[in-house]
């Protein structure tokens, strides 16, 4: 049962998400073997506040 997690930033609407999962759920029954419906993904997303790159925060960005 293959698990995976995707951190992602806030602001992705349903549809892209929806093509993520079914995606990344693609290629793992693909490279793995595991039928599709044995592979979880998780999809963990965050504020732009609560994420930062190179001291700044997402949010400040311009």
Request: hydrophobic share 35%; glycine share 6%.
């Amino acid at each position: 049962m293959p698990i995976v997690h995707i951190d992602l930033i806030e602001g992705r609407s349903q549809e892209q998400l929806k093509n993520l999962v079914k995606d990344v759920t693609d290629a793992v029954s693909k490279n793995t073997g595991a039928p599709e419906e044995h592979v979880h993904v998780i999809l963990s997303e965050m504020a732009k506040n609560r994420y930062s790159v190179g001291g700044v925060l997402k949010s400040d960005e311009k």
